[in-house]
């Protein structure tokens, strides 16, 4: 079951699953805020352009942290034909029964942008840490503060045996950009 726009207010009003929070739909540059069955959640200021040193392999395994360069600031340009890793600019506390899939807004998909980010699992917390490539052939700016993915919430009819939390998944409570973690 797909949750409204009803339960999403209640949820972050009530029980802080979303902040800060917008409760209306706010389209200043690109939008975000609260839409019908989901949420449009923004950029933060702080970004990792991956910029490669010669021959360097990305191994999840041995994550070459040295390739990306920090940034902090209100835009970030991401290089034709590359990707930054970024972080959301809202905190998330998925409850139990619920779990999340997440999609890039249109605006950024119709500029050759891909976000990708995996789904919020249930008693899941923290600062979204996505990927964001530029599949374009030039490169593509950014904006913290504005909106780069919708998050939809399904709801379960059952409450899940095993959450996030309970398994002490390694990515609970990531309060800055997270780099992958083995």
Request: proline fraction near 7%; aromatic fraction near 12%; hydrophobic fraction near 35%.
């Amino acid at each position: 079951m797909v949750k409204p726009d009803r339960w999403i207010i209640e949820m972050a009003e009530n029980h802080g699953m979303i902040e800060p929070f917008s409760r209306e739909q706010v389209k200043k540059g690109v939008s975000f805020g609260t839409s019908s069955y989901g949420y449009d959640f923004r950029l933060a200021d702080e970004f990792r352009v991956f910029r490669p040193i010669s021959k360097t392999i990305i191994d999840p395994k041995a994550f070459p942290a040295e390739s990306f360069e920090t940034i902090r600031g209100g835009e970030c340009v991401i290089p034709a034909n590359s990707y930054i890793l970024a972080r959301s600019l809202e905190y998330f506390r998925i409850p139990r029964d619920v779990l999340t899939l997440c999609q890039g807004k249109s605006t950024y998909a119709r500029c050759g942008v891909i976000v990708n980010v995996t789904p919020f699992e249930p008693e899941w917390e923290g600062f979204v840490t996505m990927a964001i490539s530029n599949t374009a052939p030039a490169p593509v700016r950014v904006y913290a503060g504005e909106g780069i993915a919708q998050v939809i919430f399904l709801g379960a009819s059952e409450i899940c045996q095993t959450s996030y939390k309970d398994k002490a998944g390694k990515y609970q409570r990531q309060t800055e950009l997270t780099l992958p973690k083995c």
